[in-house]
């Protein structure tokens, strides 16, 4: 079975420097990789995804992601910092059962960002 | 914003009692998607529907029931609620499964007291 493993429960970074939240999957066959930021007692919200093609990902509010089959990983970036990116942020993977299609979670990142 | 809506949502109940959460979609997407979310687990999938009538387990099942009559509702129910059910629950619908992007409604907090 698939599984996600986010490095860091905790991020803390000052506004402007760069973001990093890293995620890896366990997984021999190409998966479909998304990450969704979550914001206070809210519900969950698509920032991107990879499915085939390009292995940079863009998604939205400046974030990207690249997908990078021999490490296993779909570390998500940001060049700069703002403080609205503050928020708690997940890495998700496809993972096939019973013929049906799932995703599978990390335990999440919550991004700190210092002013 | 997706048409999702979840209730209730807040609930606090007794263990031992029946609690059902409702999920309504207005978007006409075929999967639909209870999960739990608890602080260092991120989201677990508890069940899942295909269609209607068409249901299947997730991770975390045990202790609860779903059930989907109707494509915009999908009902999940704590037959005997724990306090180990305490939690947040949200409801996320996808038009393609996995394929495509799912949308989540705005949660439910749940406290078995």
């Known amino acids: 079975a698939q599984s996600v493993t986010q490095l860091g429960s905790h991020v803390s970074v000052s506004e402007g420097a760069l973001v990093l939240l890293r995620c890896n999957y366990s997984s021999s066959v190409p998966p479909y990789l998304f990450w969704y930021v979550q914001y206070p007692n809210q519900g969950l919200q698509l920032l991107l995804k990879?499915?085939?093609?390009a292995t940079l990902v863009k998604g939205i509010n400046g974030f990207e992601a690249e997908f990078k089959k021999s490490e296993t990983s779909f570390h998500l970036t940001k060049p700069s910092a703002h403080m609205s990116d503050a928020a708690e942020y997940f890495c998700?993977?496809?993972?096939?059962?019973?013929?049906?299609?799932?995703?599978?979670w990390g335990a999440g990142t919550k991004l700190i960002i210092k002013p | 914003d997706a048409g999702i809506t979840q209730s209730p949502r807040h609930k606090v109940t007794e263990t031992g009692t029946p609690v059902t959460l409702r999920c309504h979609q207005t978007?006409?997407?075929?999967?639909m998607y209870w999960y739990r979310q608890d602080p260092g687990h991120g989201l677990r999938l508890i069940h899942y529907s295909y269609g209607v009538k068409d249901t299947d387990k997730g991770e975390v099942s045990d202790g609860y029931s779903v059930s989907r009559s109707k494509t915009e509702d999908f009902l999940l129910t704590l037959e005997s609620a724990t306090s180990s059910q305490t939690s947040v629950y949200f409801c996320?619908?996808?038009?393609?499964?996995?394929?495509?992007?799912?949308?989540f409604g705005q949660g439910t907090r749940l406290t078995v007291v």
């Open positions: 978007e006409n997407h075929r999967y």
């Open positions: 990879y499915t085939t093609g």
């Open positions: 998700a993977v496809s993972d096939k059962k019973n013929s049906n299609y799932q995703l599978i």
């Open positions: 996320a619908i996808s038009e393609s499964g996995v394929r495509t992007e799912a949308f």
